[in-house]
């Protein structure tokens, strides 16, 4: 508890990496600063962290600005993900065949920076049952699709998983593409009682504020 990690690089987690079933408990840490090729701040690998009021700034990466999970479980409660950068995708947070339980988080001016790759300026999620509560999800940026949120189907066959976002507010976010504050395809998609408001205009369908196909 109450440590910083600070101007740190590596492959995977600038930070912080994780691996098979290592599950540390944080609380109150601070990762600023930090880059890696996957997770700038924190990587998760087979491993299911549990993170309170913990902050997340300025970190970078290719994937995962501020924490990259693969095939991971972690619990975050009160953090923070604020100003990270990702190259291909998730300029937040990037899961893939992961199920995180996010719930009263902040996830604000983060940005995923390519015109491909995975897209979520805030948070990119691949298959797996991630479910958010309670979250603030404010001025993010994506170059390709979610803004906010990029909830898709990777690769072929039947879809496993489904995205639950509940009591969120998710405002001012902003994609080139496709779902401005949300975006979501080939899964069950459950959103309830939470406020979509003021993200990317509508000129066309595909930059709906909030885009579901499946």
């Known amino acids: 508890s109450n440590c910083t990690f600070t101007g740190n690089s590596g492959g995977a987690g600038g930070g912080m990496a994780n691996y098979n079933n290592s599950n540390p ?19 998760n690998n087979n491993s299911n962290p549990t993170l309170t009021n913990c902050t997340f700034i300025g970190n970078s990466a290719d994937g995962g600005g501020g924490m990259c999970n693969w095939e991971s479980n972690p619990t975050l409660s009160g953090c923070s993900f604020i100003g990270n950068w990702a190259d291909f995708g998730g300029g937040g947070i990037y899961s893939y065949l992961s199920s995180p339980i996010i719930a009263n988080c902040t996830i604000s001016e983060n940005i995923a920076a390519a015109s491909f790759g995975h897209g979520g300026g805030g948070l990119a999620y691949f298959r797996g049952s991630p479910t958010m509560t309670n979250c603030v999800i404010s001025g993010n940026r994506s170059s390709w699709l979610g803004g906010g949120v990029c909830y898709y189907l990777l690769g072929t066959g039947v879809p496993s998983g489904g995205i639950s976002i509940t009591g969120c507010i998710i405002t001012g976010n902003k994609a080139k593409e496709a779902g401005g504050g949300i975006f979501c395809s080939g899964y069950i998609t459950k959103i309830a009682n939470c406020t979509v408001a003021g993200n990317a205009p509508v000129p066309d369908l595909r930059k709906l504020t909030l885009f579901c196909a499946g």
Do not use: I, P, Q, V
């Open 25 to 43: 408990t944080l609380s109150n840490c601070t990762f600023t600063g930090n880059s890696g090729g996957a997770g700038g701040g924190m990587y």
